[in-house]
């Protein structure tokens, strides 16, 4: 309200003052003066004065600046009579106020005789800055004398000329009013300008480069109509703008369409059909401001006006859309569209004489456009603001399913933590069992269905027997947190170990859980484990990876739910220890890489090895891969792990080379993760390159596909790698997240069997008819079987049967480090084993 009511004020004194400016000029009620008004219409265009004045009979007499005129290229003769009451003499000054007329020719009448007084418009490049901006004459006039003036105006353009007359002071007095409303103007599109161009700077939307785009192409095209661009471009730019004044309108209808589509975020949506007809229409727009250069103003004026039309109501399609979505700046558009609206049909209608001159009928669009920025700038503002909101929403919540993530569970439990009366909670984190391998089988609809009525039985249940605490208030699940796909989190009021760890018992004797999803049943299990506050912890980021470290356990222990204790402590403590120390072995090459031989099952040649890494440490001894490998992920090692691996097997691939073996390969392990970077490929041409080795020499075994979430870079860089000439495996299948759907999509060379499946083989019939159909089905696909785990010569008869292409396990060699897998090649003898097996 304090802020309204100055508003309001100010906005009255406003109109006031204009209104006196409006009342300067001299109008027919004016007691002072008299005027008689009438007009021609020359088709021809070619008509000379003394043929004009031979026909009086030919002009309408009409009221004054009430000619119905029309676009063409015919010419307009007006005859004005103006005869001074007053009983004193006066300079009176006549304004023909359209700049924009091609050629403005003034004569004074006495009689039969004529003068040529002045040669106006915007053709005339010899004229003053004031006579471009303010075409006019001034004419004295002795008390009760009459002046007749007779005035030829043509334009390919609006053909409308208006005449206000003034007493000359009153022009002065008017003039100035203009300077200033045009100062006004120019420095509120400046200042609109400058704030878009540090808004864009600062946030990178393409939407404030419109809105430049279209105030500044507003700028110019009132500056034609108004005569103003006589001040702000040199006297050659002003000609070729108002030659093309409606090449600007096209402009303004193009940007006018695409701040309307980023501004109201349908960019966002597009496949949303109004989003495909508004590029469509705004790229017609441009087009059209290119065509007009070369068609007559007239016609392409006519044009633009239809085309005008569709602009409006697709703007107000756009505008009412949001508006009952409820977005909130969606109404400052709205108000802001009133105005331009009656000033972008006050402006034509005027031109045109469909409308009354008036100083507010002049100046409407220019009023309005002014009003429309001032609003347009606060939906500019309230728009960063929502958007800063919808930020810091995306920043805190899961963009796929709407849950609120860790940073709010870590915010709310730190309220708890600040408030040490309220300090009694704990934190329970679930795990969806085997998730990543449900997710291929599920349609997006299908799958947020799934989590959400998970969610749901999760957060009845430990609503009914514990307090949950609501992390989140705008969400529909507002006790809910996820960790990350598959993960949940909950803040519960008690560190009762026991209850808690009896509620979460009670959740897994409902195991499992069916849900039924279309022709779909789906039954998950879950693991879950929970951590309790103490005085000892104070950081929740610290208690929630407890809870995590909880599930872990659980799966270690072959249990559904865990409890963390003070136990895990001394756990937590040779974690800290072997990250720290990780990444002093890796900078040091305190690491090794083991081989393991691949041999070919058809002749028991050696093709290639498999590199492992391990890990001694000086005072732990012999850490497994998967305890570190787990630790390098969780801290962000992993990718400085696997460029150690990569180089490391490039330089031992300079020492296979010396043994000259025929198409020799070292299969490198890698994750799907690793893949996804953009500087993969880069890197590990960068290796190939330093070492002078080529791609072909190396096979890129990936595990964890089905999990990972940015496909696109994973496609991007496993075709590009094999562009390079690496061979693409995928390892383990058949186990974790490998799949039939994955191998089919992507550009693999071999597929790896899990060892889980070979090591049995020769004693398992189950498993001979699985592995016997994936090298049946990679075959189909043109895809090599390289099988891990082969121990026994039986295993290995049977593999051969298959037609499995690749053998690598115990039977052949354990893995060995890279000194006693050189001695280990010299002294391969392929009979050993070979034609024993066969």
């Known amino acids: 309200m304090f802020i309204t009511t100055p508003v309001v004020l100010f906005l009255l004194e406003l109109v006031e003052a204009l209104n006196l400016v409006n009342k300067l000029s001299l109008d027919a009620n004016n007691l002072s003066v008299e005027f008689e008004y009438s007009y021609f219409i020359d088709d021809s265009g070619k008509e000379s004065i003394q043929e004009v004045l031979s026909k009086p009979s030919r002009f309408i007499k009409s009221p004054l600046n009430q000619a119905k005129v029309d676009f063409g290229e015919q010419a307009y003769w007006h005859h004005l009579k103006i005869r001074n009451v007053k009983n004193a003499q006066r300079t009176l000054s006549v304004l023909f106020d359209n700049p924009m007329l091609d050629y403005v020719d003034v004569y004074k009448i006495d009689g039969d005789q004529f003068t040529l007084i002045e040669k106006l418009g915007d053709h005339r490049t010899y004229l003053s800055l004031e006579q471009m901006s303010f075409p006019n004459i001034s004419i004295s006039l002795e008390p009760s004398e009459s002046s007749q003036l007779l005035v030829r105006a043509q334009t390919t353009g609006a053909p409308n000329l208006p005449f206000a007359v003034f007493d000359q002071n009153e022009f002065e007095r008017y003039k100035n009013v203009v300077y200033l409303l045009w100062g006004a103007f120019i420095g509120v599109v400046v200042l609109m300008t400058v704030y878009n161009l540090i808004l864009y700077i600062g946030v990178s939307e393409k939407l404030y480069l419109l809105y430049i785009g279209y105030i500044v192409a507003f700028l110019l095209e009132l500056g034609e109509v108004h005569g103003y661009n006589a001040y702000l471009v040199s006297p050659e730019m002003h000609h070729v703008l108002g030659k093309n004044i409606i090449t600007i309108n096209y402009l303004i209808g193009y940007f006018t369409m695409l701040f309307a589509l980023y501004f109201f975020q349908f960019d966002k949506e597009p496949k949303n059909k109004l989003t495909i007809f508004t590029r469509f229409y705004a790229n017609v727009f441009l087009v059209c401001s290119v065509l007009s250069l070369f068609i007559v103003e007239y016609v392409a004026a006519q044009i633009f006006f239809s085309m005008q039309i569709i602009l409006y109501i697709v703007a107000i399609t756009m505008m009412s859309i949001r508006y009952r979505q409820g977005i909130r700046w969606a109404k400052f558009y709205v108000i802001s569209w009133f105005p331009l609206f009656v000033g972008a049909a006050v402006g034509p209608m005027l031109l045109t004489g469909n409308l009354e001159y008036s100083f507010w009928a002049r100046h409407a669009l220019l009023l309005g456009v002014m009003f429309e920025m001032t609003f347009i700038s606060m939906a500019l503002a309230e728009r960063l603001r929502m958007s800063e909101s919808e930020r810091l929403y995306e920043a805190s919540h899961d963009h796929i399913f709407g849950f609120a993530n860790s940073s709010l569970l870590e915010k709310k439990s730190r309220e708890f933590v600040e408030q040490k009366s309220a300090a009694n909670f704990s934190i329970v984190v679930i795990v969806i069992d085997k998730y990543e391998s449900i997710v291929p089988y599920l349609s997006a609809e299908n799958l947020k269905k799934l989590v959400y009525q998970f969610a749901t039985d999760v957060e009845q249940h430990l609503a009914s027997q514990l307090l949950l605490v609501e992390v989140d208030d705008r969400s529909s699940f507002k006790n809910s947190v996820m960790i990350r796909e598959g993960v949940f989190g909950f803040l519960v009021l008690s560190n009762d170990d026991a209850l808690v760890s009896k509620v979460l018992d009670d959740f897994t004797a409902r195991q499992p859980i069916s849900y039924q999803l279309d022709d779909v049943t789906i039954n998950l299990n879950c693991i879950m484990g929970t951590a309790a506050y103490t005085d000892g912890c104070n950081d929740p980021h610290l208690l929630i990876n407890q809870a995590q470290q909880a599930v872990d356990s659980a799966i270690e222990n072959n249990r559904s739910s865990w409890v963390y204790s003070a136990a895990q402590k001394s756990e937590e403590g040779r974690k800290v220890k072997l990250a720290s120390d990780l990444q002093l072995a890796i900078d040091s090459d305190e690491l090794e890489l083991f081989h393991q031989p691949q041999i070919d099952i058809k002749n028991g040649a050696v093709i290639g090895s498999e590199v492992l890494l391990r890990w001694r440490h000086p005072q732990l001894g012999f850490i497994s891969p998967d305890e570190f490998v787990t630790i390098a992920e969780n801290t962000g090692l992993i990718n400085q792990l696997s460029h150690w691996v990569f180089k490391t097997s490039c330089q031992q691939m300079l020492m296979m080379k010396e043994k000259q073996i025929e198409g020799y390969r070292i299969s490198v392990n890698f994750s799907a993760y690793d893949v996804m970077l953009d500087s993969f490929v880069s890197s590990l041409v960068e290796q190939l390159t330093h070492f002078g080795l080529k791609a072909d020499m190396f096979t890129l075994e990936l595990t964890e596909t089905v999990s990972v979430t940015d496909t696109q870079s994973l496609d991007k860089n496993l075709i590009e790698l094999k562009d390079l000439g690496f061979n693409i495996a ?85 893995p060995l480090p890279v000194d006693e897998y050189l001695e280990w090649l010299d002294e391969y003898n392929i009979n050993h084993y070979f034609e024993t097996a066969v």
């Not at 043109?782 to 026994?792: L, M, R, Y």
């Open 730 to 814: 995928i390892d383990d299948f058949g186990t974790g997240y490998s799949s039939l759907t994955y191998v089919s999509q992507h550009p693999f060379d071999e597929l790896k069997i899990d060892r889980d499946f070979v090591t049995s083989l020769a004693t398992s019939p189950k498993h001979q008819s699985i592995v016997q159909a994936t090298i049946n089905m990679a075959s189909s696909l043109g895809i090599d079987v390289v099988a891990e785990g082969v121990s026994d010569t039986e295993s290995f008869r049977l593999l051969s049967n298959y037609g499995c292409a690749i053998g690598q396990g115990y039977l052949f060699s354990k």
